[in-house]
């Protein structure tokens, strides 16, 4: 049977896109999920290094807190040092909220034991009695380590240090911070003003 075809209907063909076209097509897609990717990977690298340093920033402030109501800080124990000196934060009534407010991404184990960097790596903690040479030109305060994004803290190869963050240096602002946090709290020792943190 032949097929009728009426005189208002009217066939067209659609241009095919070439294989040239589609390479293009392809290559242009390609790149611009690429640039997408790094550019996504470059801002969560960036979240977590900012999320490290208030890390690090809380945990200095946490020792301040301790060592004033204490006259001593948290003892190191080994290489669970970090857990050790999270307990005692946790038990005491002055740095508890500090603990308490850090994000729950970085708690790991029963209890918010195990407290980690936003790399996943569970921090080093040097205390006042150690010979590491952190404490030491942090005028024998402790320190807290966080490995960083190589999650290396450079004790076997030294070229694992480079991106390690600490405490007593959170970041670029971090001395400015801590300058004036630590003039606030001689002030109020001195009996020279009221802060509250």
């Known amino acids: 049977m032949a097929r009728r075809v009426f005189p208002n ?4 063909l659609r241009p095919a896109m070439t294989l040239v076209e589609m390479a293009i097509v392809l290559a242009v897609v390609c790149a611009a999920v690429y640039l997408l990717v790094g550019w996504t990977s470059q801002l969560q690298q960036r979240a977590k290094r900012d999320l490290a340093v208030r890390l690090l920033s809380d945990l200095d402030k946490a020792l301040w807190r301790y060592s004033r109501a204490t006259g001593s800080y948290p003892p190191a124990y080994g290489p669970d040092s970090a857990i050790s000196a999270t307990v005692c934060f946790l038990d005491h009534d002055k740095t ?4 308490e407010a850090l994000p729950d991404s970085l708690w790991r184990g029963p209890g918010r034991r195990t407290l980690v960097d936003p790399w996943g790596t569970q921090l ?3 205390d006042a009695k150690s010979r590491s040479p952190m404490v030491k030109a942090n005028g024998g305060r402790p320190v807290f380590v966080s490995a960083g994004p190589d999650r ?4 076997v190869n030294s070229d694992g240090k480079g991106d390690n963050l600490r405490s007593d240096d959170p970041g670029p602002d971090g001395f400015r911070l801590h300058d004036s946090l630590r003039e606030s709290m001689e002030d109020e020792a001195n009996g020279h003003g009221e802060t509250s943190h």
């Open 9 to 12: 209907q009217r066939f067209r």
């Open 96 to 99: 508890r909220p500090i603990m």
């Open 124 to 126: 080093q903690y040097h």
């Open 152 to 155: 290396d803290f450079g004790d």
